[in-house]
């Protein structure tokens, strides 16, 4: 089986600009979460969503925005970026947002703003 | 807030030494509490986890973690180190709203 898939790998993008990244869950999981791990530094909670719906936020500005579709992929949109906003954002996917689940971690999205 | 310490940034041990890397978490109610592995440009691999019971819990690839409520710590071990077991380790823990906070991870680096 699949586990959780992101898109793409690696971006490169300028200050001020906006991103899109991408994430697919494992078969029959309908949460998704959202974290940012900046170098040296342990991954930092951005957003979980369930069922489309939003289930928490992180510390992170409203320049962070995100998404769940049908389907139970989701967007996490990041919009004019900052030279601070490069880390490697992983998803990770569970079946739902209960506290004895367990999240299952993609390879993440490197994310370089210049 | 809850937090998760891990006091040591670094790490090295001989391959086939024991290993044990400390995790220490802040007061709470039961925690639900978690390892996991960070090779190089990689994502997360979940080693093991705790929720409640035997303290003493079993993970893959030979790891074992004990859950330590008198002294708030999940110590990861492993009783003999292999190359490939180098890489980054975190610790962490399930908070309210389902969301996990990370410790800042410890490198352990494996000498021939």
């Known amino acids: 089986d699949a586990g959780v898939t992101q898109s793409p790998t690696h971006l490169i993008k300028t200050r001020g600009q906006h991103v899109t990244l991408r994430c697919s869950p494992i078969s029959g999981h309908k949460s998704v979460s959202w974290y940012q791990q900046v170098l040296g530094q342990g991954p930092q909670f951005i957003f979980q969503y369930y069922e489309k719906e939003e289930r928490g936020r992180g510390n992170f500005p409203d320049r962070f925005s995100a998404r769940q579709f049908p389907n139970y992929s989701s967007e996490l949109n990041v919009n004019a970026l900052l030279l601070g906003d490069s880390a490697l954002y992983l998803c990770?996917?569970?079946?739902?947002?209960?506290?004895?689940?367990?999240?299952?971690f993609g390879p993440g999205t490197r994310l370089l703003v210049l | 807030a809850q937090s998760v310490t891990q006091p040591d940034i670094h790490i090295t041990v001989s391959e086939g030494a024991s290993l044990e890397l400390r995790c220490n978490y802040s007061?709470?109610?039961?925690?639900?509490l978690f390892w996991y592995v960070q090779s190089p440009g990689q994502g997360l691999q979940l080693l093991l986890k705790y929720f409640s019971g035997d303290t003493l819990v079993q993970g893959i690839k030979g790891f074992e973690a004990e859950f330590k409520r008198s002294q708030s710590s999940f110590n990861l071990r492993k009783p003999s180190v292999h190359w490939s077991d180098a890489a980054e380790y975190f610790c962490?823990?399930?908070?309210?709203?389902?969301?996990?906070?990370f410790g800042a991870g410890t490198i352990l680096r494996v000498k021939s």
């Open positions: 990770a996917s569970s079946l739902a947002p209960a506290l004895q689940e367990t999240q299952y």
């Open positions: 962490a823990r399930r908070e309210y709203g389902n969301k996990l906070v």
């Open positions: 007061y709470g109610a039961t925690p639900y």
